[in-house]
């Protein structure tokens, strides 16, 4: 990655790695490229370890520590690094899966009757998009999907871009569907925003 942080922009930045290998230490190497990136360090002075409660961690000399996500499914590893405070991703393959009835039994009712709605031919990928907005969203705030983690209500998916949005009732917190390639759903989350936050795919 050649672009550094910009300074007064809330800006999260995603490495996605393939392998048929170990997917572990893919993520160790694309933690470690974040690291280096956003901590203006060479990688190979960048630490690689796990927090209290088990979440990733990314530190340098000093004591400088990074805030990073991990997600992986079927060969595929994400990794998401922001500066400016706690960030959760995750990614699914986009797969065939009866995504009425799941979402009547563990989404919000409004989700539900949203999904329903909607053709048919999309519904699989707009369950997958609320699944992952909420596994990441999870992730940023550190509960994961406990405590009704799956019934918080995301904002309707857009299809992808580039700006994080709000998440209903949730101050602070925003979610988005950057680009995640071919087959893939991506989610990246943040809490503690101030303001608009932007996705840097690196």
């Known amino acids: 990655m050649n672009q550094l942080p910009v300074p007064g922009r809330d800006t999260v930045y995603v490495w ?3 392998t048929a290998g170990d997917q572990r230490e893919l993520a160790r190497r694309l933690l470690r490229r974040a690291g280096g990136a956003l901590l203006g360090r060479p990688e190979a002075e960048i630490g690689v370890g796990r ?18 996500s991990v997600s992986h499914a079927g060969g595929v590893v994400v990794v998401a690094a922001r500066t400016g405070g706690p960030v959760g991703v995750d990614v699914e ?4 899966l009866p995504a009425t009835p799941l979402a009547r039994r563990w989404y919000d ?4 009757a949203w999904l329903a709605a909607r053709a048919e031919a999309g519904r699989e990928l707009d369950f997958l998009r609320l699944w992952t907005a909420k596994e990441a969203v999870g ?3 550190g509960t994961g999907l ?3 983690g799956l019934r918080r209500r995301m904002p309707a998916p857009d299809g992808g871009g580039g700006l994080l949005r709000p998440v209903p009732g949730c101050p602070g ?7 995640g390639g071919a087959g893939l759903v991506l989610a990246v ?4 925003a101030a303001g608009p936050v932007e996705v840097a795919l690196a």
Do not use: Q, W
């Open 189 to 192: 989350a943040v809490a503690g």
């Open 93 to 96: 393959r986009h797969r065939p």
């Open 146 to 148: 406990r405590d009704g």
């Open 139 to 141: 992730k940023a705030l």
């Open 16 to 18: 996605t790695g393939r």
């Open 109 to 112: 009712p409004d989700e539900a």
């Open 173 to 179: 917190v925003r979610v988005g569907h950057p680009t």
């Open 51 to 68: 927090a209290p409660g088990g979440r990733p961690e990314v530190y340098a000399a000093g004591g400088r520590t990074l805030p990073v």
